[in-house]
């Protein structure tokens, strides 16, 4: 039996709600999440190919979400990327207002990333 290759991003049922919502209004969106002081810890949600990567940036996964036709990248600042590199990042949506740069902003809402250590198989698995 095919054990499932380990994942280091992950969405909420509440999250994938309004990301389907933000979908239906704005087309393709994808995530980037810098660390820097403007947003903090927020993951910030644009419209597709809006926000410019870099080559320092590290592409984290793709959320595959019922009803979403591409899957939703997920970006990290490097910087950042290696303070997070041995957890598991999972998307929630909290009450409260977000930056004013992020889709979600206007719906009262804010992403937020929740965290966990990777277990040491799923650390070997994604380093194969």
């Known amino acids: 039996m095919n054990t499932p290759a380990p ?3 992950a969405v909420t049922d509440q999250a994938a709600e ?3 919502r933000l979908v239906e209004q704005h087309g393709h969106v994808m995530f980037h999440q810098s660390g820097g002081c403007c947003d903090g810890s927020s993951p910030m949600c644009y419209p597709h190919g809006e926000f410019r990567t870099g080559v320092n940036d590290v592409h984290l996964g793709a959320l595959e979400i019922e009803g979403v036709a591409e899957g939703v990248e997920v970006w990290m600042s490097g910087p950042q990327f290696e303070y997070w ?13 977000g930056s004013g740069f992020s ?4 719906e009262g809402v804010r992403f937020l990333l929740r965290s966990r250590l990777l277990t040491s198989e799923e650390l070997a698995g994604l380093e194969t």
Request: avoid cysteine; aromatic fraction near 0%.
């Open 7 to 9: 994942q280091r991003v």
């Open 18 to 20: 309004l990301i389907r």
């Open 85 to 97: 590199r041995h957890t598991h990042l999972t998307i929630d949506v909290v009450s409260g207002r």
């Open 103 to 106: 889709l979600e902003a206007p």
